[in-house]
Nanobody, 129 residues
Framework: QVQLVESGGGLVQAGHSLRLSCTAS????????MGWFRQAPGKEREFVAA?????????????EVADSVKGRFTISGDNAKNSVYLQMNSLEPEDTSVYYC?????????????????WGQGTQVTVSS
């Protein structure tokens, strides 16, 4: 089992920034790829960004960011520390959602909800106009 704990959500005004953090514990050999998803009320959970370390903890990571947030959001991580971060800049009211950290044992970038085995409890991000 893998436990994921997110932090960093909150209420901000449009145009401001937030940084989300997620730390994994437990069977961290199952966290080769870590990602962020978000879900707004009445909408399906959607991919935001992911990072993978196919060569192991000490290799460089590969990242992918959804087109809807590209240029504003950046994912980074430290596989040796089992942590992943989502830097969110120029936030818009449309970014208001619950943001979930997720982990997958796959060693390639994954963007589907079903590709991730483990999920955090979510952290609320609210952007006011």
């Amino acid at each position: 089992q893998v436990q994921l704990v997110e932090s960093g959500g909150g209420l901000v005004q449009a145009g401001h920034s937030l940084r989300l953090s997620c730390t994994a514990s437990g069977r961290t050999d199952s966290t080769s790829t870590m990602g962020w998803f978000r879900q707004a009320p009445g909408k399906e959970r959607e991919f935001v960004a992911a990072i993978t370390w196919p060569g192991g903890p000490w290799s460089g990571g590969f990242t992918e960011v959804a087109d809807s947030v590209k240029g504003r959001f950046t994912i980074s991580g430290d596989n040796a520390k089992n942590s992943v971060y989502l830097q969110m800049n120029s936030l818009e009211p449309e970014d208001t959602s619950v943001y979930y950290c997720a982990a997958s044992p796959m060693k390639t970038i994954r963007t589907g909800v079903g590709d991730y085995w483990y999920w955090g409890q979510g952290t609320q991000v609210t952007v006011s106009s």
